[in-house]
């Protein structure tokens, strides 16, 4: 069979058939309803042996539209009779006969568990679940567990700058191309999904002390990671009572949002402290030797603590 491609004036004076729309169609959207599962369910339990689908809910399936319209829609379940709990299936359905997509209850098979979805090119209908519903044997009514699948979003290119959304969507996914991350819309910020940053210096030049071994960070997916060198100082001597600022500076993409990280250090036999210091603070992004004897000048602070946080 030769190469062919539709619409064109080359196939079928641009008719198109439906098998051919749903070949083409069917990657414009996920097949499911359209929402997240902030919204309420779209089935319900109904009166009886009967489940309702919410009035206004819309979906797509193999790039089929579907509403279930203004008022809510009433779909009966089989009665269960046979000694053992049923669980059947609310599903959206594409029949392929009439290429029109509704609402219904898929029967399962009493104590088998609920039944296996039709997907696929090569069956007459398409399916997409909505809900499972627990028919118990005798049962005068049924208990609805909602597992819509929902129409996802693409992933919209940007840069860091221009990552701003007036009305982002749940599950909303962007790629910075300056920043190379991929960020993830959670219903009240953005969070990275995937970042790498790789090697950064973190050194910051000082009078009161030099880098011997060179300070380095590497963000990875919202994780910073810190190595600190080595610090010489290059002072007078540093009485114990007195804080110094130490020759590193995070950068505040890179700092923690609200909360101080804490890191040890030797000098000598002597252990030492410092802080690093978050994002809210007066100091931010500095480090701080705060606990400490005495120090000379020339001696060395050796870090023996490696630290990590999260960052947005």
Aim: proline content about 6%; overall charge neutral; some cysteine.
């Amino acid at each position: 069979m030769a190469q062919d491609s539709w619409p064109s004036p080359a196939h079928n004076s641009r008719a198109v058939t439906d098998t051919e729309y749903e070949q083409m169609a069917a990657r414009y959207s996920d097949d499911g309803v359209y929402g997240d599962p902030t919204d309420p369910p779209v089935v319900t339990a109904g009166v009886g042996l009967t489940v309702m689908v919410a009035a206004e809910a819309a979906g797509s399936l193999r790039g089929h539209a579907w509403t279930s319209g203004s008022t809510p829609v009433s779909l009966n379940v089989a009665p269960n009779t046979s000694g053992q709990t049923r669980v059947d299936r609310v599903l959206l359905r594409l029949d392929r006969s009439d290429w029109t997509v509704r609402a219904v209850v898929k029967t399962g098979a009493p104590g088998a568990g609920p039944p296996t979805l039709t997907t696929g090119s090569g069956y007459s209908t398409f399916e997409a679940l909505l809900a499972n519903v627990t028919v118990p044997n005798g049962a005068n009514a049924v208990t609805v567990a909602r597992a819509e699948r929902y129409v996802g979003t693409r992933v919209r290119p940007c840069t860091s700058a221009v990552n701003t959304d007036p009305n982002p969507r749940l599950g909303d996914l962007t790629w910075e191309t300056d920043t190379k991350r991929l960020r993830l819309y959670d219903g009240s910020a953005k969070r990275n999904i995937y970042s790498d940053s790789g090697v950064i210096s973190v050194n910051s030049a000082l009078a009161s002390w030099s880098n011997e071994v060179e300070s380095v960070i590497e963000e990875r997916n919202g994780v910073v990671y810190c190595r600190f060198g080595s610090f010489q100082r290059a002072g007078g001597t540093l009485p114990a009572g007195d804080e110094s600022r130490l020759p590193v500076l995070i950068p505040a993409q890179y700092r923690h949002a609200t909360r101080d990280q804490y890191g040890h250090a030797i000098l000598g036999s002597s252990a030492c402290r410092f802080i690093v210091h978050a994002q809210s603070t007066t100091r931010a992004g500095q480090v701080w030797l705060v606990n400490h004897p005495n120090i000379a000048r020339d001696a060395f602070l050796l870090p023996i603590s490696g630290l990590s946080w999260v960052v947005g």
